[in-house]
């Protein structure tokens, strides 16, 4: 080691940085590798080491012990680093050792999470609040623990037990979303080497599983759109949402969301509503056109002094919650059996049985293009759109009336 030199005091005052040198090093005689490093805007004592055991094969470190101001005189500064030195030879890392209790203080798993929240909302993912939800509710035993001490063995036991309620669906979600939340503490975080849960995935179906599997989801056919639509008469917020869903085909959370202010107004009233790409799992404005039936339904909302919403929560004003219990008693209330998102299934099976174009009926769903059709397809097709959304409210809102084009109800009857 070059430059060295009794660390005193005095030393330290007057030290300096050499024209053209961005780092002066000053080793002290008394101490084999302590020193004061000397920069522009700063001067810091530090220790300079190898681990031991490995001699001059293994890696050197420099510790930081801490400034000039922070630590007082160069006789504390001295002590300090004898203490270091002692450490490292009962066979200790002194660097290693702050690095970990660094990592360890990020790595809570509760904090971990909630920053997790923040990182998707600042990044604009839609539904943050449910995939958190599901991740907080899964990992309740483990939030006081270091994520680091989470094992495979452990997270597959909150799956199991989540699938062995009947609620393989839930146990399924709370593997992917724990999955994407332990691989971003890893990746972004830098607080995990490996995730615990990254070759736990769902197991493959056999043959005889898949030939005796159902798809998901139905669309509802004709006598149950009825029924449906019959049964949402009753005017409560949920049964009007209902009929929104039915007549335009969004999720659950962007109907949840739709507000007053979505409405784009042209002289002859209401002629788009545009649900913004903040809340659409696509990414991408939703633009739907204001037809008779929908603007009739969203003139009987009625307001409510604590939201611009067109159906908030009873209880709150914000955006509805306990989708089961409302959905199950909505289900009774009306005799079918069916869920929310089935009423999207039956826009797009409606559409393409009302003689609308495939592309066109995806565009209403707002369902991304893909590939180059996305990069180099813009064409928003508004007319079409427009008209399958008008064609679409005219068989429904009416029930048992002709459908435009000559076709009846009773072409209904399968979908």
Known sequence: MKNKIKLTDAVVSNACLPEGKTELVLWDTDVTGFGLRVRAQSKTWIVY????????????????????????????ARRLARDVMGRVARGEDPAADRAESKRAAKARVRDLIDEYE?????????????????????????????????????????????????RVGAADDFRSRCRAFLSWCRDSRKVLDANPLLEHRRERPTRVQKLQREEPGRSLNAEEIKAVWSGSAKGSVYNRLIRFVLLTGCRRTEASLVSRSMLEQTPDGPGWLVIPKEITKSGRDHRLPVTPQLQGLLKSCPRDARSDLFFPSVKTGGPIKGWSKLHASFVIACGVQFGL????????????ALGVDSDISEICLNHTRQGLEGVYNKNSAADEVS????????FVAPVVVSLKGGGTVANWGHL
């Open 118 to 166: 923040v990182h998707q909302k600042a990044r604009g993912r839609t539904n943050v609040g449910n995939v958190v939800s599901v991740i907080r509710r899964g990992m309740q035993p483990f939030l006081d623990r270091d994520v680091r001490d989470l094992t495979s063995a452990e997270l597959v036991e909150v799956i199991d037990k989540i699938a062995a309620k009947g």
């Open 49 to 76: 080491y190898r681990p031991a055991g490995l001699g001059r094969a293994a890696t050197a470190k420099r510790f930081k012990l801490g400034t000039p101001e922070t630590i007082g005189t160069a006789t504390d």
């Open 341 to 352: 998102h089935d009423l999207r299934r039956t826009l797009k099976t409606g559409l393409d």
């Open 387 to 394: 008209a399958a959304f008008h064609l679409w409210g005219d």
